[in-house]
């Protein structure tokens, strides 16, 4: 059963605001939200962590309703550089025992 | 400070033959894990070690092994490798168990 689920791929233009959606239905009491970057040929990168409300670091933002069934990463005015796969976790912040659980990210695209 | 180093960056083995991939934590970090990323594919996780012990362990078969070094360095051992071995070998390392992980580049291994 997966851990969380996020839109395949997504398009969008050079100095827009993009928002990646998560859902994650099954969060434990003691799971946090952590996004990943990845580009091709690199290892994952982290973005950004979160337990619930809002985080806001200065490369994204992590939205997280009160129920934490979802959650939102908002990357301001983007730019071709952040043309990535960008990865949704729950659990650990380290993974435990069981390491971190990827799913197939998001691919996003940005466009001139 | 350099970053998370694995090595080599890419090889090339036949099917049935052995391999070994390295890898270098960031300094003072005690955490190692490993990492299969099957192209299109998220991560997934292998091991993790910690102090040198064995402290979780993905579904890989016993032909996958690793080993922590007293300077907490790391090897990933596959043996027997099969075409579907072929993969992005991630290393990640951490402080401890409990934190974020830092990834390496990765060392892309090619069975043919």
């Known amino acids: 059963l997966a851990k969380t689920t996020q839109p395949i791929s997504m398009d969008s233009y050079e100095g827009q605001e993009v928002n990646i959606t998560c859902s994650h239905n099954?969060?434990?009491?003691?799971?946090?939200i952590t996004w990943y970057q990845q580009f091709p040929s690199q290892g994952p990168r982290f973005i950004i962590q979160?337990?619930?409300t809002k985080v806001t670091n200065e490369v994204a933002s992590l939205f997280i309703p009160a129920d934490r069934k979802s959650s939102t990463l908002s990357l301001p005015r983007v730019s071709l550089s952040d043309t990535a796969v960008y990865y949704c976790?729950?659990?650990?912040?380290?993974?435990?025992?069981?390491?971190?659980?990827f799913g197939k990210g998001t691919h996003l695209i940005i466009q001139p | 400070d350099a970053g998370v180093t694995q090595s080599p960056t890419h090889l090339i083995k036949t099917r049935g033959q052995h391999v070994t991939l390295r890898c270098s934590p960031i300094?003072?970090?005690?955490?190692v894990s490993w990492y299969q990323q099957v192209l299109g594919q998220g991560p997934q996780f292998i091991f993790q070690?910690?102090?040198?012990?064995?402290?979780g362990r993905g579904n890989f078969p016993d032909r996958f092994s690793a080993r922590q070094f007293p300077n907490y360095s790391s090897e990933l051992n596959v043996n027997a490798l099969l075409l579907g071995d072929s993969a992005l070998y991630l290393c990640?390392?951490?402080?401890?168990?409990?934190?974020?992980?830092?990834f390496g580049s990765g060392t892309r291994l090619t069975v043919v």
């Open positions: 990640a390392s951490s402080p401890g168990t409990d934190y974020g992980y830092t």
């Open positions: 099954n969060i434990a009491t003691n799971d946090y």
């Open positions: 979160g337990y619930k």
């Open positions: 976790l729950v659990g650990d912040s380290g993974g435990g025992a069981d390491g971190l659980t």
């Open positions: 300094s003072g970090h005690k955490s």
């Open positions: 070690y910690y102090e040198k012990e064995e402290r």
